[in-house]
């Protein structure tokens, strides 16, 4: 069975960079598209964006100008990073996996890490 | 502001139907497919539905989905206490700022 597991600072100070990897287990990261989705406090779900194995991405366009996402096949690993961070920032970030569907479903999802951005 | 409109709450009773709508736009759901996803405070989300109206592996059949044309709704008979959390819709948007659009949630209690 597939898990997913963020890491990364849980601390970021503005305007510096926040930085995440997601750790992917029970599975390979090959032929699956991977996503980050965030929920800042008493929010709702915002999409990132989202990375192809083969490296494709595709961003929030309002997020685009700041946001990197890279995979990296050998450690069965996915990252983000998200530069110029502001306390808007503060959140709990979730890695999730695709599902086998005709439509974008995030089937499989870490268990979230919480990212505090603050001076 | 979200751009799928989900109403903020809804209530029913133990044993009850409950139905939680998603209203959107041609852009989005009007043609693409929608997802729906439970999300308990501090666990992570879990998808209930996906393409519009299909469970994933070990989803009861109590959760259903629907779609007609710009709106979706999930549908929960049988209400559960262990049911009383946050419910998102989700699809794709295709405007000229295309990307993953989710609604703005629902807190369903389960009196």
């Known amino acids: 069975q597939v898990q997913l597991q963020e890491s990364g600072p849980g601390l970021v100070k503005p305007p510096e960079t926040l930085s995440l990897t997601c750790t992917v287990s029970g599975g390979s990261i090959s032929s699956h598209y991977w996503s980050w989705i965030r929920q800042p406090p008493g929010k709702g779900l915002e999409w990132i964006g989202y990375i192809y194995y083969s490296g494709i991405t595709n961003y929030n366009p309002s997020l685009k100008s700041r946001v990197t996402m890279s995979v990296d096949t050998s450690k069965n690993q996915f990252s983000l990073r998200l530069t110029s961070v502001t306390a808007a920032d503060t959140a709990v970030y979730y890695c999730?996996?695709?599902?086998?569907?005709?439509?974008?479903?995030?089937?499989?999802w870490g268990r979230g890490t919480t990212v505090t951005v603050s001076s | 502001q979200s751009v799928l409109t989900q109403p903020p709450s809804v209530s029913a009773a133990p044993g009850q139907k409950v139905t939680i709508s998603c209203s959107g736009s041609?852009?989005?759901?009007?043609?693409?497919?929608v997802s729906w996803y439970q999300h308990l405070p501090g666990t992570a989300p879990k998808l209930l539905i996906y393409?519009?109206?299909r469970r994933p592996s070990g989803i009861p059949d109590r959760f259903s989905g629907s779609k007609s044309g710009t709106s979706a709704t999930l549908g929960i008979t049988g209400l559960q206490t262990g049911d009383e959390a946050d419910y998102y819709c989700g699809t794709w948007d295709s405007s000229l700022s295309p990307g993953q659009v989710f609604g703005g949630g629902t807190k369903l209690t389960v009196l």
């Open positions: 999730a996996r695709d599902t086998a569907a005709a439509g974008f479903a995030w089937g499989v």
């Open positions: 393409d519009n109206n």
């Open positions: 041609s852009s989005n759901i009007g043609n693409n497919y």
